[in-house]
C-alpha cells in the first residue's frame, strides 16, 4: 500500500502538468489500480478525474481521438470502437479480470506505463495510433514506446481515419491472467500493419511479415512464421520464450485469416 501526503484534484489538464513537474516525487493517478499495488511515500497525487480526459471524439475527417482517462470498458463498448478496424481495440479489452475492475482501469495509463503485458496497446499499435503528450507534443505509439521513459502527461490518443480491415487474438492460461502473448492485424489500402505484444516485452510491429504480405496477400502461414522467426521473446513465469515463438505463429495465422476474411 502506499501512502499520500497531500490529495488534490485539478480542474485543467495544464495545473496537473504543472503540479507533476514542479514535485518530482509526484504522482499522477487515474484508475488508481496498479498504483495501489505498490508501496511508496507520495507527498503529492495528482487525480486526473477532474480534467475532462473521458471522450472518445470523432473528428469530421473520421480521426478517433480518445481521452486518456477512458476507461477500458468506455473503449469495450463505444460504438465508435466497436466499428473501427473490426473492433480489435474494443475486443482487447473485453477479457480483462472483470467489469468493475475495467470501469476503473484507463487507457492513458496502460499507454502511458507501457505495460509489457499490455493488451491494449497491441491494436494501437496496429492501428497506427499517435499518442499526444502534455509536454513532448504529438508523435507515433510506435515512437513512444521505443523512447525512454519521461516524466510527462499523457492526454490523448489519436486514432487514423478509415474503414480498415482488423482482428485481435490472444491466449491467457487462465481467466483475469496476464495474455501469454497478443497479436493484433489490420488491413488498410496501404497494407498490413502486425503488432505482438505481451512478449512478455511490450508491443512491437513485425516488419518482415507485413513486408511479405505487401508483396502476396495470401501468403499468410509464410508472413505468419516471419513474424514469429523475426520478433524476440521473453521467458516469465507464465511461459518460455520458445513456447511464446510457437504460440505466435499460430495467434499470427489466425488473425490474417479473419482480417482477410473481411
Ligand atoms: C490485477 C491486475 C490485472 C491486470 N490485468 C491486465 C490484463 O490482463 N491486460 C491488460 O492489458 N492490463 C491489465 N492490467 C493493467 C490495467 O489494465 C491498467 O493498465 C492498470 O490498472 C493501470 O490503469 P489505472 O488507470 O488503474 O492506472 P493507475 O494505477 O492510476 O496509474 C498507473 C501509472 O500510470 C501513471 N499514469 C496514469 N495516467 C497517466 C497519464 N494520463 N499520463 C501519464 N501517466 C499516467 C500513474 O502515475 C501510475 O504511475 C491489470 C492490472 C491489475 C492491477
Redesign the pocket.
Known sequence: MYRVKEYVIPKSIEECANLLQKNKRS???????????TSADIPLAID?SGCG?DYIREESDGTLRLG??CS?RTLETSPLLRRYCGGIISRS?GE??GTQ?RN???V???V??K?G????ITPLLACNARVRLFAQGELTLEAFLKQPRTR????EIILPAGNAAGAFSNFRNSKG???LLNVASVRTETGYRIAVGARPMCAALAYGAMEQLARDPAAVSLAARTAAEELCFGSNMRASAQYRRQLCAVLCQRTLIETNEV
Open positions: 504522482r499522477l493517478i487515474a484508475g488508481n489500480l496498479f498504483l495501489r499495488m486526473l480526459l486518456a482517462m477500458l479489452v480483462i479480470i475492475f476503473l482501469a484507463t492513458g495509463a496502460s502511458f506505463s505495460y503485458f499490455s493488451d491494449v510527462d502527461l499523457l492526454v491472467d496476464f495474455s
